[in-house]
Structures are given as C-alpha cells and as structure tokens.
C-alpha cells in the first residue's frame, strides 16, 4: 500500500499545533510540527532534504503542520503522490493580534536590514526568521503584510489545485463535528475520529 500525505499549512498563530494533535490520533497517522523549517523563498536542495525526511517516515498517513509550508504548497503537490494540504484561515485582524501578544520578544518579520538601521534590538534568535518573507518595515505592519500575502497564495491554490488543496476555517475544524468529519473524510481518512476537544492553541 503506498503512503498517504496530509499537510497542514496556514500563517502560524492559526490552529496548527491544535490540528497536529487532531490529526495524530487517526488511525496510521504520524504527523509532525514544524519538523524542518524551510526559507520562505524556494531553495531546491533544502526542500528536497525535506521530501526525503518526509517519504522516509514510518507510518500510513504522514505529514507535517507548519505555517513555513505555505509557500511551498505547488512544490509539495509536485513531491508528493496521494497529498492533501489543509489551509486553516484566521482572520489576519486575530492573527496578528495572537502574533504580537504570544511573541512580542522575537523578531518574525521585521527585515533585519530594517532592525539595524532603525536601531530595533531583535530580542531573542528566533529559528524561524528565514521561514517568513522580508519587509523593510515594522514588526506590526509585517504581520499584516505577510498575513495577507499568505492568506492571497492559499485562495490562489484553492483555485489551481481543488484536489489538493482546500481552505478551512480553523474554528469550524476544530469546533464543528461535522465541518471535521467532512474535512477529515476529504483527507482521506476513511473512519475519521471526530474530537472538538483537542485543546486550543490559539488566541490572545
């Protein structure tokens, strides 16, 4: 029986350690969170590392949940055979929000050109920096700009790749029985665990 792919994409700060867990307890499934960083711009030796750290897992059903994923959303569907990537949509008004609050001591997006020459101490080394793209502006406007960039791709991909790819509401998913019935069905998990209990991890 050849492997199944699920991934979880999204923007960070929008459900995806919750759907990690959500999706761990499926039947044949070994998922990871944010296993292998990957540069917001494409870099082909770094992702093909990836692949490979990915096809060589044991397990039915693998995959991977991670905002850095996003991007690379017309790489994975290439790599891939038998993928399914999720989108989990938060409004960026929320998102933002959660960003600043849960990591007002890392810098995330401010471009680091941008840090120096503003004199903006970047506070703690944060492992994700080359994960996100580079605006010469504020941390706060960042978070927009990138918000909204990330949240145009996905419409985008739900476009050029239905089968693959689909935009779900991170409250629906994780609230709704039905939404996550039906999101896990299209998944391809064929008995799909329901459980609107999986603890949250978002919010301010």
């Not at 994409?9 to 350690?17: D, H, I, K, P």
């Not at 029985?177 to 919010?203: A, C, H, R, S, Y």
Request: include cysteine; charged fraction near 25%; aromatic fraction near 14%.
């Amino acid at each position: 029986m050849s492997k199944k792919f699920v991934f979880s994409a999204g923007t960070g700060r929008c459900g995806t350690t919750s759907i990690k867990s959500l999706l761990n307890i499926q039947h044949g499934t070994n998922i990871t969170k944010e296993v292998f960083p990957l540069s917001f711009d494409y870099n082909e030796e770094e992702f093909l590392e990836y692949v490979e750290l990915i096809k060589n897992r044991k397990g039915e059903i693998i995959g991977d949940s991670a905002f850095y994923l996003t991007p690379h959303v017309p790489n994975l569907i290439k790599h891939f055979e038998n993928v399914k990537i999720i989108y989990p949509f938060r409004e960026c008004t929320e998102q933002v929000e959660s960003n600043l609050y849960h990591w007002k001591n890392r810098n995330h997006v401010t471009h680091a050109y941008y840090a120096e020459q503003q004199g903006i101490n970047l506070g703690k080394t944060n492992k994700f920096l080359k994960c996100h793209p580079k605006f010469y502006c504020d941390k706060a406007e960042g978070l927009w700009r990138r918000c909204h960039l990330l949240h145009s791709l996905a419409i985008d991909y739900e476009c050029m790749y239905p089968e693959h790819f689909r935009i779900v509401h991170y409250k629906d998913f994780l609230n709704d029985e039905k939404k996550q019935f039906d999101t896990l069905t299209w998944m391809g998990f064929k008995e799909p665990v329901i459980n609107t209990n999986i603890m949250k991890n978002v919010g301010t």
